[in-house]
C-alpha cells in the first residue's frame, strides 16, 4: 500500500506513487491530490471508497499522456481532468 487516506483529509503532491498495490486509497477523506507521477500500481493508481465525494486528483501523471482509465488507474469518483502528459520532474520519493 502507498499512502492511506482514512477521516482526515490529506494533501498529497510532488511524490513517485508506484509499485504499490494501490498507490493512494482514500477511505472517508475528501483529500486533495495534485502534481503526483502515479503509477505501475498493480490494482489502482488512486481508490475513492466514498461513494459521496469526488476525490480531486488534477495535474498528475498517471504513466503515459493518455487519458487516465477508470478501473485500471483509478476507481471511484475522481477528478483527473486535467492530467499531466510527461513525469512531474519535481516528484519525490513516495
Do not use: F, K
Not at 494501490?22 to 505501475?40: A, E, K, P
Amino acid at each position: 500500500m502507498g499512502i492511506v487516506c482514512g477521516e482526515t483529509p490529506q494533501i498529497i503532491t510532488y511524490n513517485n506513487i508506484t509499485n504499490n498495490r494501490i498507490g493512494i486509497d482514500c477511505w472517508w477523506s475528501n483529500s486533495t491530490i495534485h502534481w503526483n507521477n502515479i503509477h505501475n500500481n498493480t490494482v489502482y493508481g488512486v481508490n475513492n471508497l466514498n461513494p459521496s465525494i469526488t476525490i480531486n486528483a488534477e495535474n498528475n501523471y498517471w504513466g503515459s499522456p493518455n487519458e487516465p482509465q477508470e478501473g485500471v488507474d483509478y476507481e471511484g469518483l475522481v477528478d483527473y481532468d486535467p492530467w499531466e502528459t510527461a513525469p512531474i520532474e519535481e516528484a519525490g520519493p513516495g
